[in-house]
């Protein structure tokens, strides 16, 4: 049977930097309209696992899918117009440009996919979600605060109209109050929108509080893949890997 759209399949994917494993025969499933988080230390592979999938990481074994499509292998300009939208960790805007411009590239990319399935945005329905990127939208963004950074890229992913978004420690650098009001948005958006969310994160804790799905990554394995209550639940876990 063919997957849904939007589902995101991960199968035996490994990837090295010359001697060193970075992941090893990984599997991962995400699907629409749920939060999986990929959680685990500094060096455990999540970043590479993003890189990997969105076509950055080349050579890797095994396979990533799309809707049952298979991208193995293809540059990032063809998984990006498959619908796999990449936030990197460090957030990515560009600070030379403005709000406004920031987000009409990834509005570039979204008239590219018109009609190729993902929810399109338009700026306004952007400005609706993250408002205080509207009342700055003419200054450049090299004068926004940390979070107000992570809705850009994230308000900027979802006017590509991506049937998966891959978000990288979104929650790096930010103050706790802002996580939380970040980590609400996010599940509000997969909520209303039905889009695939992987949310990697080193703060286990706050990730879990909006995921359903969890995997945890140790030395490039995954070592425990469960629903995001259990993994919460599950105290020898949590201080083997998960740091709370
Ligand atoms: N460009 C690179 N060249 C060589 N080794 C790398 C490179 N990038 C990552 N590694 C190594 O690959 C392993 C996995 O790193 P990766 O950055 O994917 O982990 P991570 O879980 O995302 O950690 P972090 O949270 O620190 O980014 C580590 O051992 C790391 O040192």
Redesign the pocket.
Same mark, same amino acid.
């Given at each position: 049977m063919a997957e849904p759209r939007g589902t995101l399949d991960i199968r035996g994917l490994s990837a090295r930097?010359?001697p060193?494993t %970075?992941l090893d025969a990984v599997d991962i499933t995400a699907s629409p309209g749920r939060v999986t988080a990929v959680l685990? %230390?500094?060096? %455990?592979?999540?970043?590479?696992?993003l890189?990997t999938i969105s076509g950055l990481v080349k050579g890797a074994d095994g396979s990533v899918l799309l809707g049952g499509r298979d991208l193995t292998g293809a540059s990032a300009e063809t998984i990006a117009r498959a619908g796999i939208a990449h936030v990197p960790?460090g957030r990515g805007v560009i600070t030379e440009l403005t709000v406004e411009e920031n987000l009409r590239l990834g509005e570039l990319l979204g008239t590219a996919r018109r009609g190729k399935g993902g929810r399109e945005h338009r700026l306004d329905t952007v400005y609706e979600m993250f408002p205080a990127l509207e009342q700055r939208r003419r200054r450049e963004a090299n004068s926004l605060s940390g979070g107000e950074r992570q809705m850009l890229v994230i308000g900027r992913a979802l006017l590509s109209a991506p049937e998966v978004l891959l978000l990288?420690?979104p929650s790096l650098g930010l103050a706790p109050r802002i996580v939380a009001q970040l980590f609400a948005l996010i599940r509000d958006l997969v909520d209303r929108e039905g889009i695939t969310v992987l949310l990697?994160e080193?703060n286990a804790r706050s990730a879990l509080s909006i995921a359903d799905t969890g995997f945890v990554?140790n030395l490039?394995r995954v070592v425990a893949a469960a629903d995001a209550a259990s993994l919460a639940g599950d105290a020898d876990l949590r201080h083997a890997y998960l740091g709370f």
């Open positions: 930097y010359g060193v %970075a685990g %230390a500094n060096g %455990a592979g999540k970043t590479t696992l890189r960790e990288d420690e990697v080193q990554l490039g």
